[in-house]
Structures are given as structure tokens and as C-alpha cells.
């Protein structure tokens, strides 16, 4: 296998334009809007002066770097389990390798903290949350409210919490929460509201926005890189590695244990005793009630929650890891990228660029027409009384002007999908009733759709 990736990359490298990468090119930059937040009880969002998204790509002939306030386009907050922070601006630069390398000895864990970056420049965490079971006092350790852990807070212990269930009230509407400032995703950063089975209603009264919307018939966009340098792509791909077969989901390889008391892992290794599983503490609340089991099928996913594969981004192929969500695009453990690395960690944050660079300019790399005319956008609700809705089930890379328009071809209002964001509302409760259209332009292209407002 290694052989066939190191011929692989080599092809790619002599076959592509030498800025053309994906790793170059996919990060979304902006220099000019601002992001925003939520206060609990009020739905109107406010300006928090920083700039979103990436603001600089360079790269050099073995790395790129990404300066970043780690910002999103959309809204964040608010985060209802007392979480005293708001996200702040990083002011971060970070490095990835424009050639990845496998790693062929024991696998690297995934640690506490960053572990990848979305391509908006948000923070990507493993499953932890910092909370852990201490089992020399048969109770939790660690984080808000809890007595430290043996070893210290980035000490790994026996039961290891696990932050998505465990941390749910406190994400808001883009599962999205910080932690000292620095807003991060656990899973796929895509909205509560538009998973099959919502698990959250805290986008009943806050936007239903992320960084992409999932569209079960096309493979899931390129949305972030793990610091070993592999992509990570959203929940859907190819169901065979050669990029045939349909899309299909793309199913994490981890299943839960079936014990009641936790005693030992699910491979049956003896460990110090956890709590019994219970209402409380429920199987998967622990990270070690998963255990990776091999399936036939290639649209499962291997141990470090990647595989070898085609993707739109890389014909030739290429290793990445997958968002993994269930079958009712519920997140879906190990979530990203982990519990290990597939490949050799070598990216991470750096003070300066300390080396000659290139500064990619993204508006070489402008929407064109087949893609603006590709995306899937939803008008709802049709017809509409108080609210419109428009979403778009992609990944939005440029800004998206979207207009109301009566018959007479007047605009009676304008938004914008921002960029790293996927939707925009109209309130038309002081509108007239009557047809009327939707509008959405990128540069010279446009689209129209129809929308009767009662």
C-alpha cells in the first residue's frame, strides 16, 4: 500500500499546476466581513469585529501556511451549559505539509486541543472534552467542577469522557463550542436542524447554519485537513475506493461494547474498573466503549476513521478521513479524524513564516458557471407567510448575493450567504402577498426561483 500512495503522490505532484493542490487551494479567505455571536434569549446575532475565515494562504515548495482568526461565517453561540467564553480571534498561522507521509510504525494518538483545521479556519478537537473517571476515587476528574486527574489535565487515563454526547447542551446550532476562545467543531460542522433525527432544538430560535449542509447524492466537499496533512471530507463519499458505485454514507469502522459493567475494554484487555453502564454514565459516554471491528465493505472506514480513495479533488486517489455521521446524520464516533493517525504528525501552529513563500490568490480559482449552476439550493417554506428560508446543501466557497424580487422585477430585500456559511432567512411578514422570486448571483451568474408569499 505504501508504495502504491508514494507513486500516487508522485503522479499527482508531476500531473497538477504547481499552485492547483488542494491543500492550496481549498482553504476559504476573506479579509473584509466580519463574524458574529448569539446572547442567549436574543436572535439577532452580534458583530464581533473579526475578521472570518482565512485571511492569508502561502506556501512554499514543501509547506503551506494559513493565517487565520479562526473565526466562522456563521453566527456562534450561544453555548447554554454556562460556558463562560465567546470565540475569540486566534491570530494563528498554521503549517501543513503539501506532501503527507504515512506513518508505518504504532499509530499517533490524537492529543487534548487542535488536531486539524477546518478549511474557514476553525479549530478541529478529538473526542475529549478533558473529563475523565478517576478509579482511584470511583468518580469524575477533570474539567469545570471536578477535582483534577491524576497526571495532570493532558494525562490519558483509563475511561476517557466522551465530548459530544457528554457536552451536547453546551454546542450551539453548528455543534460548534470554544474553549478559552478558541471556537472549535468535535464532529461535522453541519446544523442540529438538519439531521434526520435532531438530537438538539437549540436552532429553534438561532439560525440553522454551519459549514456545510450534508446532500446524500453528491460526494461530501473537501472540509478540512488533519495535521498529519491528510484531507478530511463531510459525511458522504464514493461506496467503492475507485470512485464507483454511487454515493454512499460513509460509515465509521467503531462499534459499542454490549457489557453492563465496565470492567474490562470491549477487546477484553483487564483494566481498572469504570462505572457500571447506567442512565448516567450509558454505553458510549466513555471512549473506550468503542472498539474498531473490520468490515468488507470499502464504505467502511478503517481504525483511524480514514481510508485510501478517489475523491473529486484527487481522480488519482489519495488517503483521508470522513465526518462520520449514522444513518440519521447523528454524529458518529470517532467523528473525524482518530483515535489515531494514519499519517506522520507534522503540522501544527508556528510563531512566522520563516522561509521565502508564494501567496496564493484565491480569485484564481473563481466559482465558474458549472459549479455555481451544480449547487442544490432549497426555497422553503413554499408557499411562505412570515419566514423564507434559503439553503444551500453544499459548501459554500464564494459569497452568494440573494435577493427577494417582486414581479415587477423590483428588489424588496437583499442578503448574503457569507462564504463558509449555507443560509439566509427573509422576513416577509410586512411583505404584500403574491408571487415573487428568489434570486442568487455569484459575479455574472444568477439563478431564479418562484415564491408565493401568503
Known amino acids: 500500500m505504501m508504495k502504491t500512495i508514494s507513486i ?62 479562526g473565526v466562522p461565517s456563521f453566527p456562534t453561540g450561544p453555548f447554554l451549559d454556562g460556558n463562560p467564553s465567546q470565540t475569540e480571534d486566534q491570530n494563528v498561522i498554521y503549517r501543513f505539509p503539501r506532501v503527507p507521509s504515512q506513518n508505518t510504525g504504532t499509530g499517533q494518538e490524537t492529543t487534548a486541543g487542535n488536531i486539524g483545521v477546518f ?57 460548534g463550542h470554544p474553549a478559552d476562545g478558541n471556537y472549535h467543531h468535535h464532529q461535522n460542522p453541519s446544523a442540529f436542524k438538519l439531521d434526520i433525527n435532531v438530537l438538539s432544538t437549540i436552532c429553534n430560535l438561532y439560525d440553522a447554519d454551519g459549514l456545510y449542509a450534508i446532500d446524500p447524492t453528491q460526494h461530501s466537499p473537501l472540509i478540512g485537513w488533519a495535521y498529519d496533512g491528510y484531507p478530511i471530507y463531510g459525511a458522504y463519499g464514493y461506496a467503492n475506493n475507485n470512485g464507483t458505485g454511487g454515493i454512499n454514507r460513509i460509515k465509521s469502522g467503531y462499534e459499542l461494547a454490549s457489557y453492563s459493567v465496565r470492567t474490562h475494554y470491549p477487546d477484553g484487555t483487564n483494566v481498572d474498573d469504570g462505572p457500571a453502564v447506567s442512565a448516567t454514565y450509558f454505553l458510549g459516554y466513555f471512549r473506550e466503549d468503542y472498539q474498531w471491528v473490520s468490515h468488507p465493505s470499502e464504505d467502511y472506514l478503517d481504525e483511524h476513521n480514514g481510508r485510501f480513495c478517489v475523491t473529486p479533488e484527487f481522480p488519482n486517489g489519495t488517503y483521508c478521513y470522513f465526518a462520520t455521521v449514522d444513518d440519521n446524520w447523528n454524529s458518529a464516533y470517532p467523528y473525524a479524524v482518530g483515535p489515531t493517525y494514519y499519517g506522520n504528525v507534522v503540522s501544527g501552529t508556528v510563531a512566522t513564516v520563516s522561509e521565502p513563500t508564494t501567496t496564493y490568490d484565491p480569485s484564481s480559482s473563481s466559482l465558474n458557471e458549472e459549479e455555481f449552476n451544480a449547487m442544490k439550493v432549497q426555497v422553503f417554506p413554499n408557499p411562505a407567510s412570515d419566514i423564507v428560508a434559503i439553503q444551500v446543501l453544499d459548501l459554500v466557497k464564494e459569497d452568494l448575493k440573494v435577493e427577494l424580487v417582486n414581479l415587477a422585477g423590483q428588489t424588496v430585500n437583499e442578503m448574503n450567504i457569507n462564504a463558509g456559511s449555507t443560509i439566509a432567512y427573509f422576513d416577509v411578514q410586512s411583505v404584500y402577498a403574491g408571487a415573487y422570486f428568489i434570486r442568487i448571483s455569484s459575479g455574472s451568474f444568477q439563478r431564479v426561483s418562484k415564491i408565493i408569499i401568503e
Request: charge should be negative; proline fraction near 7%.
Open 119 to 175: 478549511v474557514n479556519g476553525v479549530s478541529l478537537f478529538d473526542y475529549r472534552d478533558g473529563v475523565s473517571w478517576n478509579t482511584s476515587t470511583n468518580s469524575l476528574c477533570g474539567g469545570p467542577g471536578n477535582p483534577p486527574c491524576p497526571g495532570g489535565p493532558t494525562a490519558s487515563q483509563v475511561w476517557n469522557r466522551d465530548a459530544v454526547p457528554a457536552e451536547m447542551g453546551g454546542f450551539d446550532c453548528s455543534k
Open 8 to 69: 500516487i503522490a508522485a503522479s499527482l505532484l508531476a500531473s497538477a499546476a504547481f499552485s492547483q493542490e488542494p491543500i492550496i487551494t481549498s482553504w476559504l479567505q476573506n479579509t473584509t466581513t466580519t463574524g458574529s455571536y448569539y446572547m442567549s434569549g436574543n436572535s439577532t446575532a452580534i458583530g464581533n469585529g473579526i475578521p472570518v475565515n482565512c485571511q492569508e494562504v502561502e506556501y512554499s515548495t514543501d509547506w503551506v501556511y494559513i493565517s487565520t482568526g
